[in-house]
């Protein structure tokens, strides 16, 4: 299940020019939370380390090298939760950005967000850095046959959490 979200301030720095038509963007439904119950735990409240969501993405587009490439950033919207058994003050939580063109990923990076939490307090609401990459475009290729989806990087056990534990 993906979350759509169109891509904001997509145009040309000529106001006289059309604007590129920006890669639709969405929320990977089964990668939109997170869950961290540290190596090998069984998923126990006790024993939680870091809850997490991605609660939007948000970005913008425009025409680069004369018109064949989509300059492109997108920044994560991540709401964190640190549950009992996390130590420290920050918390590293892993997402990825994959661009995909014609349902094939091109391209994907997992990067890492840290969640800093103040004295006393065990939720934050954060924004990633911006990621900015350039998608090829022509004719045969416009913005729009790409596709740019946002989740959580997830192992297979935390996968599997999630598809057991849909959101309400």
Known sequence: MLAPAPLAGCGAEDPDEFAPACAPIGILGEAADYSDYGPGAVPDLGRLVAQGSIR???????????????????????????????????????????????GAIVSKQSLTATAEFPDNGDKVALQTDPIAFDLPVSRAHPGTSYRIEVGFQLGDAELAYNRAHPPR
């Open 56 to 102: 939007g993405v948000s970005g913008h587009c425009n025409a680069a090298a004369n018109g064949t490439r989509l300059h492109t950033v997108v920044q994560v919207q991540l709401a964190i939760t640190r549950g009992p058994a996390a130590s420290g003050s920050s918390l590293a939580v892993p997402y990825f950005i994959a661009v995909l063109r014609d």
